[in-house]
């Protein structure tokens, strides 16, 4: 039974595996290469004649309308890739201007290159403002602002530490070439977004390759961003009648004085997205889908752990498909499982559970490859790794109890068991009850009926007993 049922989950966890990964790959293919964005010219070219004039300027009008898109402390993702993407594409619908208040730790570069190329190519005027007071535009988030059409910071702000995460592949170390490789297509690609832009090249240069961060008033003497604003009102306020560039060219003077202002919800679904892949619940999901699974063999016919399980490990690949998972981590953190469940079947007297509490923490700190913006907090591995270490030692100690325990059942029960003499024991012969069995006895000496009696041996179906106060 137990074989079956393993055959069966086996199955259903590698075919979901199987259709999870392809689904993610539709979404994105979170791989280290970087795409350079190429921006062509979509004039035409005009009638050859003696005397050609450059053609005038097109005048764009824009509804009297803003739209802000809020990144609130999210990691940049496929999910929020999304999300910037359908604001970008709403507010080209309306002819609107689009505001993102900006505010990560950073994230995949893959996503921020996609991010950046609908910045760049948006036929609409885009304002990174990086707020509220305390935010950061860290990492990714660096990259993000320089390809805004206008920068502005809240007070209290920073911006910078755009170094790319090269600490190591899914099972070891990059080589060192790969290393610079990386860094080096990660700097020409800066280069492109600070030229398009006309922003100083020198900061993000550094922001690469020192990960240096500033705050918004150094940022400012540097013209880096465009302006400072306390609040969105004030925003909107200062960037009226400033002039920007979009894709294709044009200049056009912003016109946000009395405009309507409309916020782009973060749904329930990108939410729900974003919450399957944070580190954290990526982490407790693998953890709690292999407990599942394992109690489900232990234990076959219960179901819904197993059922649980399956659907934990199923969300818990999709986030790995996002996620740089650093595969020695996760086995270590399974086989310190193992060693939790192994301590339990087959008591080793605290040593499986000592290498069980050694990888699951190992595991667990090496999870990500990214320790900066994608590790696992302490405030998530110690009480995990408590919770199975303390179950682990529960079982532990009640089998060690059971040991030395007296046994309870079988002729080892019987032995020092008291009886009660229901027949005279006389010339060596008689019966008790115990347990609530009559049993013939025997005794080396008479004893009264009413008498209690402990049981001193077992010699097949008799008792030999002996006087509770007696030798």
Known sequence: MRKKTAIVFVGVISAFFAWGRAFASQKVNPVRESSLTVFADRGTKPPSTSISFPPPAKSVAFSNRVNIATIDDYIIGPVVEEYINSAIKK??????????????????????????????????????????QGARAASAGTFISYAASLIAMAPSTHIGAAHPVLGGGRWGNLSKEMKEKILNDTLAWAKSIAQKRGRPYSFIRKAVKESISITEKEALKRKI???????????????????????????IKLSTKGSCRKFIDFNLRYKLLN??????????????????????????????????????????????????????????????????IIEAFTPAFGLFTLGGIFCFILGSVMFFRDKFVFAVGWNFILPVAGAISLWSIFILTKVVQARVKKPLVGKEGLIGSRAEVIEDIAGGKGKVMIHGEIWRAKSRQDIKKGSEVVVDKVDGLVLWVKPLDGD
């Open 91 to 132: 507010s080209e619908e309306q002819n609107a201007y689009l505001i993102i208040q900006l505010n990560t730790p950073g994230g995949l570069l893959k996503s921020t290159q996609n991010i950046v190329k609908d910045m760049l190519n948006s036929s609409v005027p885009i304002i990174v403002y990086i707020a509220p």
């Open 225 to 251: 961003i465009d302006l400072e604003a306390g609040s969105l009102e004030q925003l909107i306020e200062k960037i009226d009648g400033r002039q920007v560039t979009l894709a294709d060219g044009r200049k």
């Open 275 to 340: 919450t399957l892949v944070n580190p954290n619940i990526a982490y407790l999901l693998f953890t709690f889908g292999f407990l599942g699974l394992i109690f489900e063999f232990t234990h076959p016919g219960f179901g819904f752990p197993g059922i649980m399980g399956v659907i934990s490990l199923i969300l818990a690949f999709y986030a790995f498909q996002v996620l740089p998972v650093n595969y020695a981590g996760a086995v270590l953190l399974a086989l310190g499982i193992l060693f939790f």
